[in-house]
């Protein structure tokens, strides 16, 4: 399943009216815009390591929404950053630290939304 993403002019809006949240590797900028369907940025910067590190840390995220996507609200739009090294010798050690962090985030925001 392809995931839908955001175009520029909506990053943007997204940067500057979303709501942030920021875990030990990831952060997660979003918003809920009501007319819309489930919308994803993943992005990883630099600092995450080496590009093939950067593109664990996208693939990891992105099959973390596929498996999550209907728990997740509609018309949510989301961009998620990889920003810190993910300090692990194995993709199982990064799959369990990356997804603590977008538990924590979806569990934070299910109370937000109660």
């Given at each position: 399943?392809?995931?839908p993403t955001l175009k520029f002019?909506?990053?943007?809006?997204?940067?500057?009216?979303?709501?942030?949240?920021?875990?030990e590797y990831i952060e997660i900028i979003w918003q809920i815009e009501e007319p819309s369907s489930l919308k994803v940025v993943i992005t990883a910067f630099k600092s995450c390591?080496?590009?093939v590190k950067r593109n664990l840390?996208?693939?990891?995220?992105?099959?973390?929404?596929?498996?999550?996507?209907?728990e997740l609200p509609a018309g949510i739009h989301l961009l998620f950053r990889g920003y810190k090294k993910v300090?692990?010798?194995?993709?199982?050690?990064?799959?369990?630290?990356?997804?603590?962090d977008l538990i924590k985030w979806l569990f934070s925001l299910r109370q937000k939304k109660e």
């Open positions: 399943m392809k995931l002019k909506e990053i943007k809006e997204l940067k500057k009216k979303g709501k942030r949240w920021r875990g390591g080496n590009a840390i996208r693939r990891i995220i992105r099959n973390w929404v596929r498996e999550h996507c209907s300090p692990a010798h194995s993709w199982q050690e990064a799959k369990y630290l990356i997804e603590r």
